[in-house]
């Protein structure tokens, strides 16, 4: 059947892409901005007002190698890494277990577990009683401080648990008849038929460990050396701490801080931003039916 073109959907159609466009370039430009400063000469950025669409002067990538070649920087992206890696493999690990087991039905547990767990979705702690059992287990300044308690997400169980019920159970109850285990009919057969909502929990975990800083601000205060990048990044563009990055002279310090600040930070911005850019796209087709798969209770 051939939908007919009437004179409210031309209308609807106009609006919906005109309000899209202008959505989609409230959020390019911000990035655009940005970029083009980073690569902009630092005596033209230090004078400028307004948004950048080209590089002002001759672009320079200097920025950049100031940044890449400060160990304070390089050392905040390996401890990152190490977080996100962590959080993240471990974290989907434990997120599709624990999704598994409150799906079963035989488990008798199961919806008192459930129960308990969006329970921990309204009410939590707080940040003492959290900071107070991470002292007493001997975390603080300690990497397990920033890893142990971002494993488990509630939200990201319940998804999982969703997707589980959403399978038919001949899949399960087929791989008993052939003498398979909870852990076989798990990981060789359930896992890889909600591939999509594995890997949107999988991302959600990346993104939020990669742009977590304040768990490190709170239980490594010591330990410097142990920060993620957004950590350091933060303390170069909020508390404006670029002068760690720049190895000047006593004579020339301030001059070449007051000329080269900006201009770091927009790189710094750049160097912890463009990762996960660059990654989002890839797992981007996985989210809709990852999170219609998780999200709907049939």
Known sequence: MIERTTKSRVVFCVFNYGLLIVFGFLCVIPLWHVLMASVSDPRLLMGSAGIIFA????????????????SAVLLGYGNTLLYVVANAAAGTLLTAIAGFLVSRKNFRLAKPLTA????TMIFNGGLIPTYMVIRGLGFINTRWAIIVPALMNAYYVIVMKSAFEQLPAAYEESAKLDGAGSARILFQILL????????????FAVIGQWNSWYPAS???????EKW??????????IQNDVSKLLTTSSGDA???????????????????????LIAYPFAQRYFVTGITLGGVKG
Do not use: E, W
């Open 55 to 70: 590089p002002l002067g001759r672009a320079t990538l200097d920025g950049y190698g100031i940044v890449l070649s400060n």
């Open 116 to 119: 308990f767990i969006m329970f």
């Open 192 to 203: 890889p038929l909600i591939k999509p909502t594995v890997v949107v929990v999988f991302m």
């Open 218 to 224: 709170i239980y490594l205060p010591r330990a410097r």
């Open 228 to 237: 993620p990048l957004q950590l350091i990044m933060r303390s170069l563009l």
């Open 254 to 276: 301030n001059h070449v801080i007051n000329m080269t600040g900006n201009l770091v930070k927009y790189c710094v911005t750049v160097v912890g931003t463009l990762p996960i």
